[in-house]
């Protein structure tokens, strides 16, 4: 089992940043690829971006890309999500999964179906 913990969610002003952190416990012998998902009032969760195990290879939801970066510090076990220059539509719970066995293709890590793993989910508000 691996327990999964997201930390730095919060309320910002449209145009600011915000660190997310996705911390790891338990059984984490194994390298798991992470996911970060997002699930606004009355939408469906959507993948926002991920990485595999060593961190060679990230993937972005495509209206993200150049606004977000993901990173990890295996040494920590913890998965980061930088959010940069955010604005209103970013409004929602934002979740980490991991998996392991996941591979690192785009279609594995984007699938939220692939996580058995997942955090509570931190909360993002970002006023305008």
């Not at 997201?6 to 600011?16: M, N």
């Not at 997310?20 to 926002?48: I, M």
């Not at 195990?53 to 990173?71: M, V």
Request: glycine share 12%; with cysteine; proline share 2%.
């Amino acid at each position: 089992q691996v327990q999964l913990v997201e930390t730095g969610g919060g309320l910002v002003q449209a145009g600011g940043s915000l660190r997310l952190s996705c911390a790891a416990s338990g059984h984490t012998v194994n390298p798991y690829a992470v996911g970060w998902f997002r699930q606004a009032p009355g939408k469906e969760r959507e993948f926002v971006a991920a990485v595999n195990w060593n961190g060679g290879s990230r993937y972005y939801a495509d209206s993200l890309k150049g606004r977000f970066t993901i990173s990890r510090d295996n040494t920590k076990k913890t998965v980061y999500l930088q959010m940069n220059s955010l604005n209103p539509e970013d409004t929602a719970v934002y979740y980490c999964a991991a998996e392991t066995g996941i591979g690192s293709s785009y279609s594995g890590l984007s699938n939220s179906y692939k996580y058995d793993y997942w955090g509570q989910g931190t909360q993002v508000t970002v006023s305008s």
